[in-house]
């Protein structure tokens, strides 16, 4: 009799300490998730991505009050006498020759091939395309004075930077000969002011028989470069 009531004294003991045992459990378990101060957890590293960017490939110029910017590898030339147009409009020019020299043949005589980008007066407030076209109600005082005998290969209208701009790209006759000379034109306008950017880009002629192997002078590589040098242009007041 004896050994049974110690042997439930001992099991009352067990369960007495498995109950405390498992309270002190659940008791660390609260204090560890709910009492405990927080630890102070690092933050994560910010890492900040840069861009690259490439060095600037144009120069800024202005004319006139005209801005615009052409690539580095671009030369600002002198201007001769015999490039300033007559025109009672024209107000200032600047002309540009690419890194590579490839020499033309103009009416007065051999030069390396250029980009012309002149500034005129614009009063009337002539449009864009109607400057460059021939108008005998203006003629040549008004503007380009282009023949109505030229061909076009392309012609647009568009706006540049908030400007009215044509931009066509022709053929005009080399005189009583079949061949062509190719001519790019930019014209822009705004301020009562024009900005005409041109350059002969393609011509084929004897007058080449001695300077190219075909007789051919090709410099449509740099349309894309005169493209964006008219892009840059802003008239500013």
């Known amino acids: 009799m004896k050994q049974q009531k110690q042997s439930g004294f ?29 630890k102070e957890v690092a933050p994560a590293a910010i ?5 690259s960017v490439p060095a600037a490939t144009t120069n800024k110029f202005t004319v006139d009050t005209v801005a615009l910017a052409a690539p580095k590898s671009w030369t600002e030339i002198e201007k001769e006498a015999t490039d300033i147009p007559v025109n009672e409009n024209f107000i200032d020019k600047k002309m540009f020759i690419p890194g590579e020299k490839l020499e033309v043949v ?17 009063s009337r407030g002539v449009s864009a395309k109607d400057w460059l076209v021939y108008d005998s109600g203006y003629g040549w005082k008004a503007g380009g004075g282009k023949a109505e005998a030229s061909t076009f290969d392309e012609e647009s209208l568009a706006k540049i930077n908030g400007q ?58 740099f349309e894309p470069y005169i493209a964006e040098l008219a892009q840059s242009v802003i008239i500013n007041k």
């Open 10 to 38: 001992a099991h009352l003991a067990i369960i007495i300490v498995l109950v405390v045992a498992l309270f002190g459990a659940l008791g660390f378990v609260y204090w560890q998730n709910f009492m405990q101060p927080a």
């Open 47 to 51: 890492i900040e991505k840069t861009t």
């Open 106 to 122: 103009y009416g007065n005589g051999k030069k390396y091939f250029y980009i012309d980008v002149s500034v005129y007066g614009n």
């Open 164 to 221: 009215d701009a044509y931009f066509r790209k022709e053929k005009v006759k080399r005189g009583e000969s079949k061949t062509f000379d190719e001519q790019l034109n930019y014209v822009i306008s705004a301020n009562n002011k024009i900005v005409y950017i041109y350059a002969w880009t393609y011509a084929q002629s004897e007058l080449y028989n001695d300077i190219y192997p075909s007789g051919i002078a090709d410099f449509r590589k």
